[in-house]
């Protein structure tokens, strides 16, 4: 896989190519639960869920900054993320279509690596942004 | 409700090995089947000659090399029922390897209160290290949970 984000035209601007997710299942929380080992009933019992106040189950903040992770990884390769941050801003819903988005803020060299500052989030259909952050990644120039 | 005087306190310690099926099985929860993550042998002919994995992937992690996660809600006072996770950073020196054993740190690294819409929110900062074999940084956690007091 070719990373998006080429260290010699990287710019302040550029968009990451765009990751769409989705649209969210229970079975998605389902299987998101077991592999990651939360025991929280929040995103899998729609009972438990409507206990604690909620109108259902919704999907693991980590879920969703998982999806931002991949975003990471297409635009600059595996092993360039240096630091990965998200404020779990709103909820996510079962039937949520989620686009995960980024923008360059800054640019900066560091020895043998271009190190690039972006914003990112996810948004889903309605263009309502659930996650928002911001990450690092470390573009090795040739 | 969590308590100032816990800051600083060391939560919880553990070690566990990196397993491929775990990370597999990780990477397919996140419908992300980069063939690093699940395909042993296009991960051996990669750049890192073995499974590694996505960069979330130390949240599983912690869940299985930390056990009893429910217990620490529990001493740090805060509320399941109404227990959100509030923020997440991560950095890391290097991706997470599969077969190499890590070993954790977590501890209470802020605790505070706010006033909110409905009620007080108690924020608990964890921060949690991980190290490698030879004792060199892999990752750090910091997560921020947030709870409603009720």
């Known amino acids: 896989m070719i990373p998006a984000l080429d260290p010699k035209t990287v710019a302040v601007g550029q968009e990451l190519p765009p990751l769409v997710k989705g649209p969210i299942t229970r079975e998605d929380l389902k299987a998101y639960a077991a592999a990651s080992g939360d025991p929280n009933p929040m995103h899998t019992d729609d009972e438990f869920a409507r206990a604690a106040g909620y109108p259902g189950v919704f999907a693991h903040g980590m879920l969703s900054m998982g999806y931002l992770g991949e975003l990471l990884v297409q635009a600059a390769g595996v092993g360039a993320v240096r630091r990965f941050k998200t404020r779990f801003a709103k909820l996510t819903w079962p039937g949520d279509v989620i686009t995960c988005r980024g923008r360059v803020t800054r640019v900066a060299d560091q020895g043998a690596e271009r190190l690039v500052e972006c914003e990112i989030w996810t948004e889903n259909q309605a263009g309502e942004r659930k996650l928002v952050g911001s990450a690092t990644l470390a573009l090795r120039q040739a | ?150």
Request: hydrophobic share 45%.
């Open chain 2, 1 to 150: 409700m969590p308590s100032k005087a816990m800051i600083g306190r060391v939560l919880s310690t553990g070690s566990a090995t990196v397993q491929a099926e775990h990370v597999a099985a990780f990477a397919r929860a996140l419908g992300d089947a980069n063939p690093l993550y699940v395909d042993p042998e296009a991960a051996r002919r990669g750049p890192f000659g073995t499974i590694v994995a996505p960069p979330t992937y130390p949240i599983a992690f912690m869940t299985q090399a930390l056990a009893g996660g429910a217990d620490v809600f529990l001493e740090l006072g805060l509320d399941f029922m109404t227990l959100v996770h509030g923020e997440q950073e991560f950095e890391y020196a290097r991706p997470v390897k599969a077969g190499e054993t890590l070993t954790l740190t977590g501890r209470i690294a802020d605790v505070y209160e706010k006033q909110g819409s409905n009620g007080v929110l108690d924020f608990a900062v964890l921060e949690t290290e991980a190290v490698d074999e030879a004792g060199q940084p892999v990752f750090f956690s910091r997560n921020t949970l947030i709870s409603r007091r009720t």
